[in-house]
């Protein structure tokens, strides 16, 4: 690897992309590297981190917006809202922990371009919905604006969308403005315990068909109730059902989710703190830290995840969020993904991301969940007109994008 290169503000950030546009020099595009072991290995001649790029640009509570410069610690901006009573909706999942990092230290240029959300993604959406507009500069080395006040450019896309699951392939972003959210008055999760999947399946199910609006759904079987952090951690399987509001509201919907799930068996319930420290563990995926076993992130219908679990080996540990669409599963008899892949092809059909695997396994294994001949003709066509050069993180999500 050659220089590391620093700006430290969106002039220097558009000459640095246009001397490597101009000598065709890749770039690996970081922030402060949290997330460098996810993906492939990119093809880079000089490292381009964005750490120094970073303070709020505006910050306005009572419109619920705010703007910050790319390389801003997450953490700075989850503190300084909190200060407000308000969040990020979608609380991005932290990556670091798991791919032997800290907590903490990821930026928000980085949750935004890999398009992070975590278990409240059932009610708030992903990352990029909550994403206004930016400014970036593209492979040729132009400064750009899209999005704020305004929907869509003049080229008719949705470009601070498009930067979200681009993981810094299209274009650099200097500043993103994103809506925030208050934060609920109340919180608390529901827990059942001992169920199997498919009973814990109908229980999410049920309880998300039903009217107490739950926000979050996740099934910790026992091999992991253990390494979640709770006050509910132990040896029995864990299925929780989070709901949040004003206080009436949320008692008055734990007393209808009590009477809806009452066929299930056993039910505990965790006040807010306690709810707020399990949700904050799946968040960072305490489950799979400390270890170097393979962990894959499966998106799949959640009537369709028993199935696909079931074609998985024995030795496969898999933790559900998402009422059973997201699925996490670390599976040491897990060669290159294609057993995985053909158990989601067999089940329906999915998308499957290499998370955390050896040097080895992410360069020969299709990283990122292989794209039909449509799509990936536009992603190549997008990658051209943004990155015509090819010099943002080549080959990080697929060969020669």
């Known amino acids: 690897m050659g220089e590391s ?18 000598e065709r020099e890749p770039l690996e595009v970081v922030g402060t590297g949290t997330k460098t072991a996810l993906g492939r290995q990119v ?4 490292t381009l981190a964005l750490s120094e790029l970073k303070g709020i640009v505006d910050y306005e509570p009572s419109e619920l917006v705010l703007t910050a410069k790319a390389g801003t610690p997450l953490a700075e901006i ?9 969040e990020l909706a979608f609380e991005p999942v932290d990556y670091g922990p798991v791919l032997g990092g800290e907590v903490g230290k990821g930026t928000f240029g980085g949750a935004l371009a890999a398009n992070l959300a975590g278990p409240r993604r ?28 305004v929907v ?21 972003a200097s500043e993103i403005t994103v809506k925030v959210a208050p934060k609920a008055a109340q919180e608390k999760t529901l827990c059942l315990f001992g169920l199997d999947g498919q009973q814990a399946t109908n229980a999410m199910s049920a309880a998300m068909g039903s009217s107490a609006e739950v926000s979050s759904a996740a099934y910790i079987p026992p091999a992991l109730a253990a390494s979640v952090k709770g006050e509910f951690a132990g040896t029995q399987s864990i299925t929780a059902l989070r709901l949040e509001g004003i206080p009436a509201s949320v008692e008055y919907r734990i007393g209808t989710l009590k009477r809806e799930l009452s066929g299930f ?7 807010a703190d306690g709810s707020r420290k399990l949700w ?15 962990l894959w992130r499966v998106s799949v219908a959640p009537t369709n995840a028993e199935s696909f679990i079931s074609g998985l080996s024995q030795d496969a540990v898999v933790l559900r969020d998402w009422a059973g669409g997201l699925l996490w599963v670390s599976d040491p008899a897990e060669n290159d993904g294609t057993a995985l892949r053909e158990a989601l092809r067999k089940c329906g059909g999915g998308h ?23 799509l990936a003709a536009l992603t190549r066509r997008l990658k051209q007109q943004f990155d015509p050069h090819g010099i943002l993180n080549p080959g990080r999500m697929y060969p020669g994008v």
């Open 152 to 172: 869509k450019n003049v080229t008719g896309y949705d470009l601070a969308r498009a930067f979200c699951s681009s993981w810094g392939t299209l274009a650099v």
């Open 122 to 149: 059932l009610k708030a959406g992903a990352a990029r919905d909550h994403v206004l507009g930016l400014q970036a500069v593209a492979g040729r080395g132009e400064l750009f604006k899209a999005g704020g006040r």
């Open 352 to 374: 499957a991301t290499l998370v955390r695997g050896s040097p080895t396994l992410r360069a020969s294994a299709e990283v990122f969940q292989p794209l039909d001949p449509g």
């Open 280 to 294: 904050r563990s799946l968040r960072q995926l305490d489950a799979f830290t400390g270890s170097q076993t393979t």
């Open 43 to 46: 093809q880079g001649a000089h």
């Open 78 to 86: 989850e503190t300084l809202l909190e200060s407000e009573g308000q």
């Open 5 to 22: 290169f620093r700006p430290k503000n969106a002039a220097e950030l558009e000459e640095l992309v246009k001397w490597a546009a101009a």
């Open 265 to 271: 068996g056993a039910i505990d319930v965790l006040e």
